[in-house]
């Protein structure tokens, strides 16, 4: 059995079922006393091309997946600890730019390694402080899920540079520098049932909700706000194919009416994950380490 | 200016320069109450070749030198977090005895990030407690120079490895599972002035303490205690060459005489290392990345 035959996700819980990693439900480890701990990497020519993304921006976007697994624990971040590997003939004006990034959210970088690798790999631990992280076990029948907002433009951006279309900078600059929805996930740890980061694809992150919280989360596409120029049928789904580090979150259904995100789904009786187009069931796409789906970018 | 021209070390100094990574002198992070953090990768090819090391003494070291940290910095450990790069067709049984020997040590393997990379890449971050972390810049002139163990068996079992000798398991194993000293840390951090692991050699992590403390360390070879079987001159010198992951502390002279670890030097007024063979200063190999040094394994 490959990893690439076996994808992360089974990984994992086989990883997890013989008791070698665990709790991996969540993208962030909770520590006494309130810490959340966060790691993500991005790796070139799997997370980003060098062609198509500064060095500045693979560290601010490196800092920015990491900050995206804090906002889903409703984490305020206190420090980077930063694993880099460069090839040895990178320029010091490079690795320079790319420390400029990992600094531009306002987070202390702290010491960390730094290796020698064939390719650009960037390694970030996350490091925050959270009164109540909601997981992803919470979510209840009933329940609503919000977004805090618009997605596909990230999709959509690599498929501009797939494609050397001229003038959709926009959708460009948001698969390079995507939000960080801190502020957002603070509001919304206090009443959150189950939270997530949307890097995977709609599909494939509720999904996880779905299956640790025991229930059926049914997506109403027409309901997903969707980036500016996007179109929600006829084309690609770029409002399913992830990257975009908005905020999923469940919430009872008072606590989804005082706030001012949109409703986008509910939680139902039942299991798995549910989109609908025009009142019918559609597949989505959705991003898998080692093989099972699209690779990115 | 490339980074194998540079140097990790000048390229980490420079990074602090520009305020943009700090303090890096440390190998760990020490945050709020008492929390310390490290973060190293072990990178196939680099710091370990599967033709010689299991994927389960991969992992047994990857967690090691980690540990190796948190013992220079006083800590007991609490979690680690990992971030895996695989190539897509690794085994799963490869990938299962990885995280086998990560889990060796008895420290919960937390959540983290599974990535698919050209060449296997281990990173771990390792979290601990320590009431008392000394540091690389506290010795002083006067200060004893102590080391908790034998050098030079894991540079040997390269060099086994390298010319295929038979016989000599002992110098291999201790390449492939290096000694983890928390115990002696924990008990050495409440009297050391500073404290560091035995990763690049004696004569570059020395150096380290010099740089920082402001004064000259001076090493008198004859002293060290060596791994069975080796030489201290007339052939490789083993010793100097890293990776056995004993500690190096700085203690003030009552200190050391109340404790049982070897004596092996003396800090004095000046700058620098200086390591003596038969009273004569000798030149010392050790270890950096991006070029300045010999690679390892």
């Not at 977004?147 to 959509?156: F, Q, S, Y």
Request: include cysteine; aromatic fraction near 4%.
């Amino acid at each position: 059995m490959l990893l690439n035959d076996l994808g992360e996700r089974d990984f994992l819980d086989e990883l997890a079922r013989r008791g070698l990693a665990g709790p991996i439900g969540d993208d962030t480890a909770t520590l006494e006393g309130g810490r959340v701990v966060t790691l993500d990497s991005l790796v070139e020519d799997v997370h980003f091309r060098l062609a198509w993304t500064s060095f500045h921006d693979v560290g601010y976007k490196a800092a920015a997946v990491n900050l995206s697994d804090l906002a889903a624990a409703g984490a305020q971040p206190e420090a980077f600890i930063v694993g880099l590997g460069l090839p040895g003939a990178t320029t010091l004006d490079h690795a320079v730019a790319l420390y400029e990034g990992l600094n531009e959210h306002g987070v202390p970088v702290r010491g960390g390694d730094t290796v020698e690798t064939p390719v650009v790999i960037v390694t970030v631990t996350a490091i925050g402080r959270s009164t109540r992280v909601p997981g992803r076990g919470g979510a209840r029948p009933g329940d609503a899920v919000v977004v805090t907002g618009a997605l596909g433009a990230a999709a959509a951006g690599v498929r501009v540079l797939e494609r050397g279309v001229q003038g959709a900078d926009d959708l460009v600059t948001a698969h390079a520098r995507p939000p960080v929805r801190l502020a957002e996930g603070q509001q919304l740890a206090g009443v959150a049932t189950a939270m997530v980061d949307l890097s995977d694809g709609i599909g494939v992150d509720a999904g996880h909700v779905a299956a640790e919280s025991g229930c059926r989360i049914e997506i109403v596409s027409e309901q997903l706000p969707l980036a500016d120029g996007l179109e929600r049928a006829g084309g690609e789904l770029f409002w399913a194919m992830g990257e975009d580090y908005e905020l999923l979150a469940t919430l009872p259904p008072d606590a989804a009416a005082e706030l001012s995100f949109p409703v986008v789904g509910r939680c139902t009786d039942g299991s798995g994950v549910v989109v609908t187009l025009a009142g019918e069931p559609i597949d989505t796409p959705g991003y898998e380490h080692f093989g099972h789906a699209r690779r990115r970018p």
